[in-house]
């Protein structure tokens, strides 16, 4: 299992951000995939969850402001967070199916006010 993220960085308050997260080394389409983050207040939290089905999950402080999707023919999956708030600062990362071992190094996220 191989995931990169990318397209974190410095945003004010209430902008918006998408990640990406490209997968190899498995079967992605048929695999959920997670996005989590590790922000200083909180440790670490899941986010957000997308089932091969599509069905999707999400945290709810963000529920209603970020979207996790997927590209299954780009083996991605995205995450675009709306209403970006200072307390969303941290390392985001993307996991298989909420299995913490499988995460990728992040992508840093930061949120001035």
């Known amino acids: 299992v191989q995931l990169v993220e990318s397209g974190g960085g410095l945003v004010q308050s209430g902008e918006s951000l998408r990640l990406s997260c490209a997968a190899s080394?498995?079967?992605?389409?048929?695999?959920?995939m997670t996005w989590a983050r590790q922000v200083p207040e909180k440790g670490f939290e899941w986010v957000a969850n997308?089932?091969?089905?599509?069905?999707?999950w999400y945290e709810g402080t963000v529920k209603d402001r970020f979207s996790i999707s997927r590209d299954n023919a780009k083996n991605t999956v995205y995450l675009q967070m709306n209403s970006l708030k200072p307390e969303d600062t941290g390392v985001y990362y993307c996991?298989?199916?909420?299995?913490?071992?499988?995460r990728g190094k992040g992508t840093q996220v930061t949120v001035s006010s």
């Open positions: 996991a298989v199916d909420f299995q913490y071992g499988t």
């Open positions: 080394g498995f079967a992605f389409s048929s695999t959920a």
């Open positions: 997308i089932g091969d089905d599509g069905r999707t």
